[in-house]
Nanobody, 127 residues
Framework: QVQLAESGGGSVQAGGSLRLVCAKS????????IAWFRQAPGKEREGVAA????????YYVDSVKGRFTISQDRAKNTVYLQMNSLQPEDTAIYYC????????????????????WGQGTQVTVSS
């Protein structure tokens, strides 16, 4: 069974940093597209960053380019989201999601392409 577990959320002041962790179960697709999504209060969930685990290709939503970095540790079966220069508008619940490679090949954040989701971790940025 594919399982994803997020951690690393918390509360920081504007300009601060956090590193989110997505731990994947061994059953997770060996060649997968792993993405971070977020949902702010009253807003729709949006894709933030994604990585193709077999080739480490990455892509980002424009609003986080230059501030967020997605990476992986294959030995630990883990994907990270390093978030720097955080702003109050980054406040949201952040979710890790996995799909077959197709989503990353398309460079897509279409949520219907991601069948596996974690429970989410809260990130709060105060001004």
């Amino acid at each position: 069974q594919v399982q994803l577990a997020e951690s690393g959320g918390g509360s920081v002041q504007a300009g601060g940093s956090l590193r989110l962790v997505c731990a994947k179960s061994r059953a997770t697709l060996s060649s997968a597209c792993i993405a971070w999504f977020r949902q702010a209060p009253g807003k729709e969930r949006e894709g933030v960053a994604a990585i193709y685990t077999a080739a480490t290709g990455t892509y980002y939503v424009d609003s986080v380019k230059g501030r967020f970095t997605i990476s992986q540790d294959r030995a630990k079966n883990t994907v990270y989201l390093q978030m720097n220069s955080l702003q109050p508008e980054d406040t949201a619940i952040y979710y890790c999601a996995a799909s077959p490679p197709d989503a990353c090949i398309r460079r897509s954040f279409q949520q219907s392409l991601f069948p596996y989701w974690g429970q989410g971790t809260q990130v709060t940025v105060s001004s």
